[in-house]
């Protein structure tokens, strides 16, 4: 019969012709029943709480400890595997377990014994490194391997190890102040020269950066001038070679305006040439006949002209004679007619004088009251005494008329009132 196991598992067969018996670990084989015998061992892995309460340390003092630890039956290694059928076969797990862990809780309480309460405590990983160490050169002679052991839990009845961590704790607080202060005393100076630093810092690069911008701004300006300068010169290269090229096209249209000026000129003098032939032998014959009977009637027109224009001025000359003779009549009337007036004024001197100034006294009361006509509303404030209304502006008027005397006299030193006495029966 075949049977077969899985990974977790070993078979061993024994019986006629298995010796020494066949130990498979994972897989499968013929077994012959009534004369051959297979037994399973299992390869599972086993966890195991070892504890190992009040023990004393190296000091004497009682502390308990728990561990965890892993270990399994070695399949892969065939002594391994011989030495765990030779112990364990036939046995359950759970049966397994607890040799495995009688045997690591014996050896974690003879490490305890050697190591002090601190040991422990301090340094676990030495610990757990000596547990392993021991107990698994033990337990491979059985044929199980530990895979891991780690110490899981320190703890006693006398509080030691919290009398021992509250020292620890004080310390590692006295430690914690003082290196706090230290560290914010350090970090001040630190900050305080980082400060320092950055300022130093920050005013070099700006030294630096205002060197920079000095010789920059200087190296700029140059190459401003020098970049202007190129440029101005090409611009004025530029503007020369445009003036050139312009002068040249110039020169080049003259020349051509020249030849078609020479050719027009030609073809002109041809078509002139032309002309005065077709001119003279169309134009030029007839119009000399005409010309000439056109100087025939004009001539004849002249004559007549003069003709008439010799009779308009002999009949201009004698009206004007005649009119001229007319007002030479005039004024020898007027002379004598004016010579006459000035015999009578050296006669009559003033009288005669004041005669024409009573003559124009009329004129003169017409242009005073003149300005009245062209009033068209006259409003008479009155103080309460005196005339009102229209007696008022006639009583001026010959109030003016009155002053007339007076003021002939101061102008011509005449009197009329003393002329009238003197020669009544003239003035009347």
Do not use: W
Not at 146 to 169: F, M, N, P
Request: charged fraction near 30%; charge should be neutral; hydrophobic fraction near 40%.
């Amino acid at each position: 019969m075949f049977f077969t196991c899985g990974p977790n598992e070993a078979m061993v067969v024994s019986g006629f012709c298995r010796s020494p018996p066949v130990m498979i670990a994972g897989g499968r084989v013929f077994v012959m029943p009534c004369i051959q015998q297979i037994q399973r061992i299992s390869l599972n892995t086993l966890t195991l709480n070892v504890k190992s309460e009040k023990v004393y340390t190296r000091h004497g003092v009682p502390i308990s400890v728990t561990g965890i630890a892993q270990v399994k039956i070695q399949g892969q290694n065939k002594e391994m595997l011989s030495a765990a059928c030779q112990m364990f076969l036939g046995k359950t797990e759970s049966e397994i377990a607890q040799i495995a862990l009688e045997t690591l809780e014996g050896h974690q309480r003879a490490i305890m014994a050697h190591m002090t309460v601190e040991e422990i405590y301090k340094d676990r990983q030495k610990f757990s490194e000596q547990v392993f160490k021991v107990a698994s050169s033990d337990l491979v002679n059985m044929g199980i391997s530990v895979v891991s052991y780690t110490l899981k839990d320190i703890h006693d009845d006398q509080d030691y190890l919290h009398s021992l961590g509250k020292a620890r704790t004080a310390q590692v607080q006295k430690d914690a102040r003082i290196g706090e202060a230290e560290a914010k005393r350090d970090a001040g100076i630190k900050e305080a020269k980082a400060k320092q630093e950055k300022l130093s810092a920050q005013y070099l690069s700006e030294i630096e950066m205002a060197k920079a911008q000095r010789d920059y701004e200087l190296k700029k300006a140059t190459y401003d001038i020098e970049v202007n300068t190129r440029k101005a010169e090409s611009d004025l290269a530029y503007q020369l070679q445009v003036a050139k090229t312009k002068q040249k096209i110039e020169e080049q249209k003259m020349q051509v305006m020249v030849v078609e000026r020479t050719q027009q000129i030609q073809i002109q003098e041809q078509e002139i040439i032309c002309k005065e032939r077709e001119l003279e032998s169309k134009v030029k014959k007839p119009a000399e006949a005409e010309r000439f009977r056109l100087e025939k009637l004009a001539e004849a027109e002249r004559s007549q002209l003069i003709m008439q224009a010799e009779a308009e001025a002999e009949s201009v000359r004698v009206k004007g004679e005649a009119r001229a003779y007319a007002i030479e009549a005039k004024a020898r009337a007027d002379a004598e007619q004016m010579a006459k007036k000035a015999e009578a004024f050296q006669q009559y001197q003033e009288a005669a004088m004041v005669d024409m100034l009573l003559e124009k006294i009329p004129e003169m009361a017409e242009e005073i009251s003149k300005p009245l006509t062209a009033v068209k509303k006259i409003t008479m404030v009155s103080s309460g005494t005196g005339d009102v209304g229209a007696a008022k502006i006639t009583g001026e008027v010959l109030e003016i008329m009155n002053r007339l005397p007076d003021t002939v006299e101061k102008l011509t030193g005449i009197s009329i009132s003393q002329i009238n006495q003197k020669k009544p029966g003239r003035m009347n």
